[in-house]
């Protein structure tokens, strides 16, 4: 579904990803593991546009996303929640998630139904539709970002380190929510410091170190060995 | 008495319109426009060309001035606000920039219109209209009015339809409205649009009342600026009460007490309200920027 081949991109000059090969097959998870600054989430920026690739290709069922507009990938699929989980604070939880389906031209009906189905997944959102979201805890707005990404009915969901910051028992509820959006048939792309969780409910994993990919293979394969990985991990 | 609070309140809804226009750039990019009053100015300049001088009929002539002005606005934000915040410019700068933008507006002016004063006719007529023992001019009835009618319409674009909601959406995590699909140079640009259209109303209200100068607008603008910061930077109910508060104790002040310090008096009543309600009295919900 998505296949990157020898992606090149930095910042102002200074390389970030130096040849990055990478592939989500469609219906599965792949999770990118990867030590602080190994750039993981500049990968995902340059998927969802927000940063420029420099060399290299970016295919998405077909198409080439290296070049495109960040919301012009969005419509062909993609959402990305990202880092921070970066809600809209001075909007309400509805207003959040009503803004996630921006260019989607649904009906009222349909908006409802859509907004139903993600208070119907996060239930602690519904109870808190009125509530402006910077006033929320991170648990809640890890779970605004990702009802607002599903607001426009993505066929591949890239998470940004979703349980950061949060307790044991929010980032099994998010663990939990992420497996089942998958089932639900969105192909879902995680990057997590949680090498554990990560490769329990993924498919396929990629470790990144400076830039490159190290090591990728089936998860269950990949967390076998924990020397190697710690070693990339640097834990 | 209440002859005097009339008076003020004329003066204070012209302050609230041009107050409304900062809010809502506010709102919108998390920017303050200190060049809002000299387009303010352009705008009754416009006007001036178009009915006073070409003479188009009143309401032809006003869409038009509201349109050109517009159409300033969004030239505006895209050779100037729109490149400034892509490059991460810091805020503070981009501010100072738009005090650059004012002069410059200002000295546009002087070479198109020249510095001589000029006028037009009032529409709404001269007559005062009476209702017992008070007297009340009928332009400030439809001031009051237009500018009600205006912030009812914001109020329900930003809150309640979804282009409005992404304009809110930009100014507060312009990254995060990108991956919303949401394009943040279109939404700024647009911004700047409806504001600077908001000046041209302003000024095309204005002029006949006040006199066309290259520098009217700034006159008002520290008022604009008070009425803003007292209402509360953001709010556009908080524009209108703080236009009305500052027109109405300032007319009030200068009855009673001395009319050569009336600016003193305005800059203090600011100051008050800075150090003890820094919000304003509508503390805007955006302006807590997380
Ligand atoms: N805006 C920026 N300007 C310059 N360099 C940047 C910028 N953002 C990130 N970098 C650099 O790019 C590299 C990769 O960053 P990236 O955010 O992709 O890492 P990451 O793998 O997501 O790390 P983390 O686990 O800490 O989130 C880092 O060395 C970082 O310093
Ligand atoms: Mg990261």
Known sequence: ?235 | MLQLVLNGLANGVLYALPALGISLIWNASGQFNFAQSDLLTLGGYIMFTLFGTLKIPYVPAFLLTVAVMGGVGYFLSWVYFYPMLEARVNPQIIMIGTVALSVFIRNFILVVWSSTPQRYRNVFGSRALQFGELFVMPHVLWIIGIVAALLILLQYFLRGTMMGTAMRSVAQRPAAAWLMGIRNNRMISITFMMSTAIAAVAGILIAPINTLSPSMGSTMGAKVMAAVLIGGLGSFSGALVGGILVGVSEILFSAFISSAYRDVFVFGLLVLFLIFRPGGIFKADISEKI
């Not at chain 1, 602080?36 to 420099?54: D, E, F, R, V």
């Not at chain 1, 998405?60 to 012009?72: I, K, M, N, S, T």
Request: with cysteine; proline share 5%.
């Open chain 1, 1 to 235: 579904m998505l296949k990157i081949s020898d992606l090149y991109v930095g910042y102002t000059s200074v390389p970030v990803l130096n040849g990055i090969s990478l592939e989500v097959p469609e219906g599965k998870i792949v999770t990118m593991l990867g030590a602080n600054g190994a750039g993981k989430s500049t990968t995902l920026k340059a998927i969802s546009g927000l940063m420029p690739a420099g060399f290299g290709s970016i295919r998405f069922g077909g198409a080439e996303l290296a070049g495109r507009r960040p919301d012009e990938i969005v419509r062909m699929g993609i959402a990305h929640v990202p880092e921070g989980r970066l809600v809209f604070p001075g909007l309400t939880v509805s207003e959040n998630i009503r803004i996630g389906s921006y260019l989607c031209k649904y009906s009222k009906a349909e908006l409802k139904r859509n907004m139903e189905h993600q208070f119907a997944l996060f239930p602690r959102l519904a109870e808190r539709r009125g509530q402006l979201a910077g006033t929320m805890s991170g648990g809640e707005q890890q779970m605004l970002s990702i009802a607002r990404a599903l607001m426009s009915k993505p066929k591949l969901l890239m998470l940004d380190e979703p349980s950061l910051g949060l307790a044991p028992v929010i980032i099994d509820q998010i663990i939990d929510k992420i497996t089942e959006i998958n089932r639900e048939g969105t192909t879902v792309l995680l990057i997590e410091q949680n090498a554990e969780l990560a490769l329990a409910i993924s498919d396929w994993a990629y470790i990144l170190s400076v830039g490159s990919v190290a090591l990728s293979g089936p998860s269950s394969e990949i967390g076998r060995d924990r020397s190697i990985l710690d070693a990339y991990l640097g834990g």
